[in-house]
């Protein structure tokens, strides 16, 4: 005997913890039931519904037919016929009913229209009944249950999450989010950043992904939205829209350069990431282990840009060939090593925020070490003295 007040206390926890609704599981139920039903009385073709009440625990069965054409009448099980979308049919007795004969049960009824049969509750309908339905109950609960996390977590994609480390495995993170599980693989990771059960973690989601063992989530600490996010968490002119941030350019743990641009001309699109004292920025390279970030001022103008890019570097002049989308940067000998940036680093990073190729030469003055020039080529940079 089914424990009503037992099975509503499931439904409200079911419905609380796993945000499942309770229709959507009493759905699940009375297909659950219908099948069973089916499958040990029914006939080939039928159509079985059940109805569960949920304030006496009594299950109601139904048969459901289909109302077709008088035109059909001669067909049988072995004979097709041709239906909606053009589809070839089977005519059958059990699964559909003669428009003529449906107006004698339901008046005003059309074709395609539904005609409902009670059925009998089987005094043995039981242990087996039972079984089937609670395979088929635990299947769609668990469907219902995908469904509700990936709409959960859809809407969090490309956002800051954060979670509790569940695990570390062969370098990957596994990240708990009590109903979904997170994971951060090692090339995702920041350089030097170790991580030990139970800590928090915050995280940029950037897929949700639906597999056969269940939902994952995608989470990235090295992705460069990831600065973008927490500087938005950190900057309201940010997540108002007035200060944008025009591009971003990573090398995850050591340097990070992004370019924004105010939407205001009162508003200071650098001052606003810096912060007072420097407290927002300084707040996001805590987060990020000590990650250096240059905020430099985003332009339309290219030449401006890219001279913006190579900041600390002061540039004396740059030439752009738009055919081959290269910029030649001339800076003082005692500026190259600031443009260039140690293994290349700066220049590198500028490349990738603006989008240019950029070579770099000194000004043609005597150095005490010679004079160094710098060639970027997607990520790579040459760097040769002369």
Request: glycine share 8%; proline share 3%; hydrophobic share 35%.
């Amino acid at each position: 005997m089914l424990d009503l007040k037992t099975f509503k206390s499931a439904l409200e926890q079911l419905e609380e913890e796993r945000k499942i609704p309770k229709e959507k599981i009493l759905e699940a139920i009375e297909q659950a039931m219908a099948a069973a039903y089916k499958k040990d009385y029914g006939k080939k073709g039928q159509i079985i519904r059940a109805k569960f009440d949920m304030e006496t625990g009594k299950t109601d069965f139904f048969q459901v037919k289909i109302v077709v054409d008088e035109s059909i009448a001669i067909m049988n099980e072995s004979e097709e016929i041709k239906g909606e979308n053009d589809e070839r049919v089977h005519f059958n007795a059990e699964h559909h009913i003669l428009l003529e004969d449906a107006k004698k049960i339901k008046k005003g009824v059309e074709l395609n229209d539904e005609i409902i049969f009670p059925l009998e509750t089987k005094d043995d309908y039981g242990r087996i009944a039972a079984q089937t339905a609670k395979q088929v109950i635990i299947q769609k609960i668990r469907e219902a249950e995908r469904a509700s996390i990936i709409n959960e977590y859809g809407t969090k994609e490309g956002e800051v999450i954060s979670g509790i480390v569940q695990k570390v495995e062969r370098g990957n993170v596994y990240v708990d989010f009590n109903r979904a599980t997170g994971i951060l693989p090692t090339e995702e990771q920041i350089p030097g950043e170790y991580w030990q059960r139970g800590q928090r973690v915050r995280a940029y989601l950037y897929s949700v992904e639906d597999t056969p063992r269940g939902i994952n989530l995608r989470l990235s600490r090295a992705h460069p939205k990831f600065i973008e996010k927490l500087f938005t968490v950190e900057a309201p002119e940010i997540e108002n829209g007035v200060v944008e941030i025009k591009s971003v350019a990573r090398e995850a743990g050591a340097r990070s350069k992004i370019a924004v641009h105010s939407n205001d001309e009162h508003i200071d699109a650098v001052g606003s990431c810096v912060g007072q004292k420097g407290t927002r920025v300084n707040t996001v390279t805590g987060e990020l282990s000590g990650e250096k970030i240059d905020i430099i001022p985003w332009s339309p103008d290219p030449v401006q840009f890219v001279s913006n890019s190579l900041s600390p570097a002061k540039v004396i002049s740059i030439k752009l060939d738009e055919k081959e989308h290269k910029a030649t940067v001339e800076v003082g000998n005692d500026q190259l090593s600031l443009a260039i940036g140690k293994g290349g680093q700066n220049v590198r990073l500028a490349a990738k925020l603006t989008g240019w190729r950029i070579d770099i030469k000194g000004d043609g003055l005597p150095a005490q070490a010679g004079k160094v020039a710098a060639s970027t080529d997607g990520e790579k940079v040459e760097i040769k003295e002369e």
